[in-house]
């Protein structure tokens, strides 16, 4: 069983069908990469070979199962993440595509982003992807330095990542790229110059992310014999505030934690997750949550393909969430917004419950790192440096 969402009792009550055309999102996981990288602990795999057509099948026949499952829904937004969906015959993003407009139908101006790493080799497909239906792509750039890049085990350099920046611009409307600092030995000056050159290449998105050490990866591994050390609390909080500075004064703030876009550029799609909408998942490890159900697929690809031939889906954990857990994670993801979150909606979720210690939040709104505003609560720019302390402070322990 997953170890990414705990099941619950199904005993809890499922909310009331949503209304019809309800917005729905679409996330779709292709697990594949040619190597993995040190710091992934994403659900990423490398195969030396995958049966295409066996593949689009077995994704069509989970993506009709969630179809099911919701009828009556319009999609906004759909999001091919990874492993390295770019590694995906353009012809199955164009089934899929396809077969989620016939059975969802597609909201004007539906966006439609599709992860891709920056080499000549996948930039070759940006054409036929755009022609599919792509419309947005996030390039899992990570840095613009080939030494970082070796660091990081990327397969590209630098000047092959701006080349399919270049191309994805000219044929994608939309286009975002990641960036990852906080590397061992990084001075400021030097994330600061190389921010400032990103910001030159007028995408109107960028996800910047602080080096983690997550469990089960290289890193881990290097950094538990002591071979890796990444900045330190006060080192990590300067680049943090810099970054947020920086990204600002450009035109490109801080909308989430670790995403910056110009307004009116922001990941649609994201925005269902922190704002708690419903998504539904589909392929390897793909989470979902639709109406008061969180969803699960398997994650290993070959024991989501075996689900998929015997069940016709591939869902490993499907489960009714109580309204005390639902208005937990709602106010969890949202608290990462800039935006914050309604307190009035927390509330509902949780059948009238109050979700927050309201204490709490006067002390650190006397502090400066929150603030209430009408019952929408924003973790300020102050505050942000801080937030799993404010969570941990703020979310009232659902079993007082």
């Known amino acids: 069983m997953s170890s990414a969402i705990s099941p619950v009792s199904s005993s809890a009550s499922s909310p009331a069908r949503a209304p019809a055309l309800t917005p729905l999102a679409l996330y779709v996981h292709w697990p594949f990469c040619v190597s993995k990288c040190p710091y992934c602990d994403f659900n990423s795999h490398v195969r030396e070979s995958v049966d295409q057509a066996a593949w689009a099948n077995a994704l069509l026949a989970d993506l009709a199962h969630e179809a099911e499952a919701l009828p009556g829904r319009r999609l906004t937004s759909i999001f091919f993440g990874g492993g390295t969906p770019s590694l995906m015959p353009p012809a199955t993003v164009a089934a899929i595509l396809d077969a989620a407009e016939r059975h969802w139908g597609f909201a004007e101006g539906i966006e439609i982003t599709l992860e891709a790493n920056p080499s000549s080799v996948e930039a070759a497909r940006f054409a036929d992807l755009a022609a599919a239906g792509v419309n947005r792509a996030s390039l899992g750039v990570q840095a613009l330095d080939d030494q970082a890049l070796h660091f990081l085990g990327r397969a590209h350099g630098v000047d092959e990542a701006l080349r399919a920046l270049q191309t994805a611009q000219a044929l994608f409307g939309r286009v975002s790229f990641d960036l990852i600092y906080a590397r061992p030995g990084q001075p400021l000056a030097d994330w600061e110059a190389e921010l400032t050159r990103a910001l030159g290449y007028g995408t109107e998105h960028l996800s910047l992310y602080q080096l983690t050490i ?135 979720l949780a059948d009238g419950r109050d979700m927050v210690d309201r204490a709490a939040i006067a002390t650190m709104a006397r502090q400066g790192l929150v603030r209430l505003d009408d019952e929408r609560l924003i973790v300020t720019d102050a505050g942000a440096l801080l937030l799993d302390a404010i969570l941990r402070e703020v979310v009232a322990d659902p079993s007082s």
């Open 214 to 348: 997550e469990p089960g990866t290289r890193f881990h591994t290097e950094a538990a014999a002591g071979r890796l050390v990444i900045p330190d609390g006060d080192a990590a909080a300067d680049l943090f505030e810099t970054t947020r500075a920086i990204t600002a004064t450009a035109g490109l703030p801080a909308y989430e934690t670790s995403n910056h876009a110009r307004i009116g550029a922001e990941s649609r799609h994201n925005l269902t997750y922190w704002r708690y909408g419903d998504y539904a998942g589909i392929g390897p490890g793909a989470h979902g949550r639709r109406e008061g159900v969180a969803t699960a697929r398997r994650k290993k690809p070959e024991n989501w393909m075996a689900a998929v031939d015997r069940n016709g889906h591939g869902i490993e954990v499907e489960e009714s969430l109580p309204p005390v857990t639902r208005a937990t994670e709602a106010l969890v993801m949202g608290l990462r917004l800039a935006e914050g979150v309604d307190l009035r909606r927390v509330t509902a």
